[in-house]
């Protein structure tokens, strides 16, 4: 299982076994073929993998592992159909074509993955005109697209895009490969990413949203060993070890349980040796609103 992500600090990416366990990761400036490609790991071969869609991510899998069933991640196909259909379409047909993009996340058998392609070949049949529909710039010179110099469009096309995109990720078999009874262990290959979106990518996010002032270093830092800590086996011990605890390589002093220097309570008026009121100097505890 691949994912990618993005931060502030840089483009990474990163590889994930079926546990949702890092197994590698690297800096990429892109996410082309190349940049998957040069990803490290130790996996030699792949029975199925489940990804996003990434071209980039899909030209390395079919390069390394040409015989690896590739899935795409189901809540990303959701997702890229409610981009093209919106959450309330506006023709009958989006609105039609909208009920099989929300019953993905619902297979759980064959022959429910069969009904549904049934499903969406008798859609497209029913509306076939309708995606065959042309809008010319003669009737709407306004147009954006007549503007760009286009002399046709199709009219409908973000309902186009979302019918075509099921059907070639069918034809594909990328769709349903989680349900392959031929897969080395039945059961293993999953329908999405959710694991490494919840798993992965967002406790990175949360951790450098609650870090955001970290300089652009430090963050690339962070976001490594947050990576390694959620590898196999990491040994945070061990890595650690080999830093010197201090900046002149020594280890620095035991600090006692309790350091007088440091106070017990609450700073209270005329307790100090200066005879400075606390309260004035904006020492004590106060209530209220902050505006």
């Not at 069969?114 to 049949?125: F, G, P």
């Not at 503007?147 to 069918?170: I, K, M, P, Q, S």
Request: net charge positive; with cysteine.
């Amino acid at each position: 299982m691949r994912k990618n992500g993005h931060t502030s600090a840089g483009r990474q990416r990163w590889r994930c076994d079926v546990q949702g366990r890092v197994l590698s990761w690297q800096w990429a400036a892109s996410g082309n073929t190349q940049a998957y490609q040069a990803l490290p790991g130790h996996v030699r071969r792949a029975d199925a993998v489940c990804c996003d869609g990434a071209a980039g991510a899909i030209g390395a899998i079919r390069i390394r592992w040409p015989k690896a069933r590739i899935q795409r991640c189901l809540v990303h196909v959701q997702r890229d159909g409610r981009r093209d259909l919106t959450a309330h379409p506006r023709t009958v047909p989006g609105r039609e074509l909208r009920e099989p993009c929300l019953r993905l996340g619902g297979i759980r058998g064959i022959k429910d993955a069969a009904q549904w392609a049934v499903d969406l070949h008798d859609w497209h049949e029913r509306h076939r005109d309708f995606l065959l529909e042309r809008s010319w710039a003669t009737d709407d010179p306004t147009h954006p697209r007549a503007l760009e110099g286009h002399t046709w469009w199709w009219t409908h096309l973000r309902v186009r895009r979302a019918c075509f995109r099921l059907e070639h990720l069918t034809g594909d078999a990328m769709l349903f490969a989680f349900l392959d009874p031929q897969a080395t262990v039945p059961g293993t290959i999953g329908a999405t990413a959710n694991m490494i979106e919840g798993g992965i990518n967002a406790g990175l996010k949360r951790l450098l949203d609650l870090h955001r002032g970290l300089s652009q270093d430090h963050m690339r830092r962070a976001a490594e060993w947050y990576l390694y800590l959620h590898s196999r086996n990491p040994d945070p011990y061990r890595v650690l070890a080999g830093h010197p605890a201090a900046g002149d390589g020594t280890a620095p002093e035991p600090r006692p349980a309790t350091d007088d220097r440091l106070g017990t309570g609450i700073q209270m008026p005329g307790a100090n040796p200066d005879n400075i009121d606390a309260y004035e100097d904006g020492f004590g505890i106060r209530k209220g609103w902050v505006r």
